[in-house]
């Protein structure tokens, strides 16, 4: 039976669904609810349990594109570099401002995802784009791939603020902690 894909969803050529999309998008989204929270709360462990033990990272630099595979630990401080990062721009608030789901089976997901952060008056800092890959092993989604160009438009906003506070990292997500691990600071 050939597949079409219709509202993210996989479908039969006759129309039925392969998957209880409802279901799942409803995971998705509360998923990606406790994501954002654990992030306006600045809370690294708890942005931590929200991907799985092995990540796949592609980031858009401005540059180039690093592609790479961090362990938890490694992510663990790739996470604590990013948020030094939110502190030195004084981020106080994130909100996914569009959702796309693709439902690929019940324990897999993309998502596509437009972030907007905000400062402490919520006024706009940046807006970027993020993919993500979940998997779910147990009742729990992680992230087991992410695709991001949030460095390019961090930098942007560094540049048009002028002045401001200074970058905390080297506004690299994904390669201060190898950079620290190689026995740099993980900053530019």
């Excluded at 809370?43 to 790479?68: E, L």
Aim: hydrophobic share 35%; with cysteine.
């Amino acid at each position: 039976m050939p597949y079409v894909i219709h509202l993210g969803s996989p479908t039969t050529a006759g129309g039925r669904s392969l998957t209880k999309t409802s279901s799942v998008t409803a995971d998705v989204r509360a998923f990606f609810t406790t994501y954002c929270s654990a992030f306006i709360r600045q809370d690294a462990p708890a942005i931590a349990r929200h991907f799985a033990n092995t990540i796949q990272v592609a980031s858009d630099t401005g540059d180039d594109v690093d592609v790479h595979i961090d362990t938890t630990a490694q992510w663990r401080k790739t996470i604590d570099h990013l948020l030094e990062m939110y502190r030195a721009i004084d981020f106080s608030w994130a909100e996914a401002i569009a959702l796309t789901c693709e439902v690929i089976s019940p324990r897999l997901v993309h998502a596509h995802l437009r972030w907007s952060l905000q400062d402490k008056a919520h006024k706009p800092l940046y807006e970027f784009d993020a993919l993500y890959i979940l998997a779910r092993h147990t009742e729990t989604f992680r992230i087991i791939a992410v695709a991001h160009n949030e460095i390019p438009q961090y930098r942007r906003y560094l540049r048009e603020a002028g002045g401001g506070r200074r970058e905390a990292g080297g506004g690299r997500r994904g390669e201060g902690s190898r950079k620290r691990e190689e026995g740099g600071t993980g900053k530019s």
